[in-house]
């Protein structure tokens, strides 16, 4: 099923760049609310209201990838990166108008370091 839907992801016609994309704010999801803010650095930080932990990435395009640390602690991880053994990598594919009303993303949060296991969420922007 994962492997489908990184295929799904792949085929989505690029209908809008990240430029054009709206990418910081608040995003309503299968999982609660998330934040999505933009450091000095470039980095991309990622707060869900329900689930502790952090989450950062970079963008490219309208992708975003990064790295999770204590988010899912359903599995944990055979060695531990910062201290936790919960980390893993997430992607993010945004798309937006016209194809769609409003600025949205799929993506995959894979766990440690098997890149195609994981949980698939989704988001739409809320404001």
């Known amino acids: 099923m994962l492997r489908f839907c990184l295929l799904v992801l792949m085929l989505l016609p690029s209908v809008a760049m990240a430029d054009d994309v709206k990418v910081e704010g608040r995003w309503n ?60 990598t997430f992607s993010i594919n945004f798309y937006g108008p016209p194809a769609i009303a409003k600025p949205a993303f799929q993506g995959i949060l894979a766990l440690c370091e098997k890149a195609d296991e994981g949980f698939n969420f989704s988001g739409e922007l809320s404001e």
Do not use: H
Not at 34 to 42: E, P, V, Y
Not at 54 to 62: D, I, R
Not at 74 to 84: H, L, V
């Open 29 to 88: 999801t299968a999982n609660g609310p998330l934040t999505i803010s933009r450091a000095d650095t470039g980095e991309y930080t990622l707060v869900f209201d329900k689930f502790p932990g952090k989450v950062a990435g970079t963008l490219s395009g309208e992708a975003m990838n990064g790295e999770w640390r204590d988010v899912v602690k359903s599995q944990p991880c055979a060695t531990e990166k910062d201290g936790s053994p919960y980390w893993g």
